[in-house]
């Protein structure tokens, strides 16, 4: 019988006496693919750490070995350089820095007062080849799309003579040929013997990369299954812990009059050619879900960002609310309007991650709590807080934790508490669920249902064409910065929205 490549046994992890991983165990063979499934916070990320020695030895219960070699790392680079190398979801690049320069980054060749440029510069070449990406080593970061960045993560591993690589949603920010292209890398490496643990929401890349499939709720093993054996929903089902008969809880619901109207919305950036949104107008009504769909590019977030009063290049646009004409030069106003955005990059523009989930929670509208002499009253705060961390389920140990340390999932609840508390009128949700587990997406839809039935008006930006066709009651289509179609949900088709989007003579208005 062969030895597996790697074996976990009974792996137990503790935070502050709460069981993070509770007997977990999972073993795979050189070139297989093991896909780790499982709800944000349900322990994925914290095994990949004990796995890549962000959790030192010591700091865990169980017993790792690689190639039959029992590892006790203390630091990363102790795992790499037995050939255990992780890429995050976050990507670990320096932006300013050449290809080259990431690739051999803390591995440069030839002595430190005199690098071999040239050396590194032909094995770049090599390296880059192997991932099929046509770029000089040169090339600065920067220049590169996300696409090709995770192209450039995987040359630095191979780099790093790994064997065992770990993907952390790798194609969350991808488009649908990048998504392809990067699959087919993964399965070039696994007929080079390089084994994968993969970690994915999209169960299709899922099914159709693994050979196995290990689920994970609540920090314990539910089951590790042959991903042929498995469907879709059989991997939700043991994810949530019950069946999600439909993964779109469509809820009939009133549709009012027009709250909204915007015409003639332009944005360009400084010394582009091209407006990223080219004269679109449109309307939304009093309790209704529009659905924005489009590729990458197509200038659907920068659309938003018009109305938000966020987009930092050049723009124009004319917004009546209610009738009413109303300017919005910045968030504040747009808040103060009531016009509230969960942005697309939750990281960047959505929380300030040292801050505590509570803070997060009423950083939009501070002036509400303030008493005499500029003093915050915490406790109504603090109630509110409460309030909505309990009515949006956000998981977390307590209110006065940072941010950072919660789940995708729960950061997005978080950021929606936020805009919820700003009682909007206008709910902006730019891809509201982009690398979040099933199991919290019901529960966004669920919430969204219930916010429209109160006549709030949701505008939904969307990558995933089944979540707009599957909850908006109507869809516009943007390509190249114009509206391209208006579609009402009923009889909508994937095909028929990518059709709108793609093809430069395809109108539908």
């Not at 938000?308 to 300017?327: F, P």
Request: hydrophobic share 40%; with cysteine.
């Amino acid at each position: 019988m062969t030895t597996p490549l790697l074996r976990m046994n009974h792996i137990v992890k503790s935070f502050d006496g709460i069981r993070a991983l509770d007997d977990v165990s999972i073993s795979l063979e050189s070139g297989q693919v093991l896909s780790i499934c499982g709800e944000n916070g349900s322990g994925k990320s914290t095994l990949m750490k004990v796995l890549s020695g962000v959790w030192p030895h010591g700091s865990y219960e169980g017993d790792i070995f690689f190639e039959d070699t029992l590892i006790k790392a203390h630091k990363v680079k102790d795992t790499e350089q037995h050939g255990i190398v992780i890429i995050h979801q976050e990507l670990a690049l320096v932006k300013e820095m050449t290809v080259q320069e990431n690739l051999f980054l803390g591995n440069e060749l030839g002595p430190k007062y005199a690098l071999n440029d040239e050396a590194m510069y032909h094995k770049s070449l090599e390296l880059l080849k192997q991932v099929n990406l046509n770029i000089r080593p040169d090339t600065p970061i920067k220049e590169l799309g996300v696409g090709q960045q995770q192209l450039v993560e995987i040359a630095k591993a191979l780099n790093k003579n790994v064997k065992l690589l770990i993907l952390d949603e790798p194609t969350s920010s991808l488009t649908e040929a990048e998504i392809k292209f990067l699959l087919g890398i993964v399965k070039g490496l696994r007929k080079q013997g390089i084994a994968c643990i993969y970690i994915s929401h999209k169960l299709d890349e899922v099914l159709a990369l693994s050979d196995f499939v290990t689920v994970i709720r609540d920090g314990r093993q539910i089951a590790t299954k042959e991903a042929t054996h498995l469907t879709q929903n059989d991997i939700i089902a043991m994810m949530v812990g019950r069946e999600l008969e439909e993964l779109f809880p469509r809820e009939n619901h009133d549709i009012g009059e027009e709250i909204l109207k915007v015409s003639n919305a332009f944005a360009i950036q400084p010394g582009s050619s091209r407006p990223q949104v080219d004269n679109v107008s449109f309307n939304l009504h009093r309790g209704e879900i529009l659905g924005v769909a489009g590729l990458v590019g197509a200038g659907r977030t920068e659309l938003m960002q018009c109305l938000y009063g966020s987009y930092e290049g050049q723009s124009s646009i004319d917004i009546e609310l209610a009738g009413k004409k109303i300017t919005v030069p910045n968030a504040i106003s747009a808040i103060s309007n009531g016009i509230a955005m969960v942005p697309e990059d939750r990281k960047r523009h959505g929380i300030i991650p040292i801050m505590s989930v509570g803070k997060n929670i009423t950083l939009s509208v501070l002036k509400k709590y303030c008493a005499l002499w500029g003093q915050i009253d915490e406790l109504s705060e603090n109630e509110e807080i409460k309030e909505y961390i309990e009515k949006l389920r956000v998981k977390t140990a307590s209110p006065e934790l940072a941010i950072k340390s919660l789940s995708g999932g729960n950061q997005q609840k978080a950021i929606i508490a936020k805009c919820l508390l700003a009682k909007p009128k206008i709910l902006i949700l730019d891809e509201p669920t982009r690398g979040i587990d099933v199991g919290a997406k019901y529960e966004i839809y669920k919430l969204m249902y219930e916010l429209v039935k109160q006549g709030v008006s949701i505008i939904m930006v969307s990558s995933e064409l089944p979540e707009v066709i599957g909850i908006s009651d109507r869809v516009l289509v943007m390509h190249e910065g114009r509206l391209k179609g208006q579609f009402n949900y009923q009889g909508l088709t994937q095909e028929i929205i990518m059709n709108c989007a793609i093809k430069e003579d395809a109108v539908h208005v």
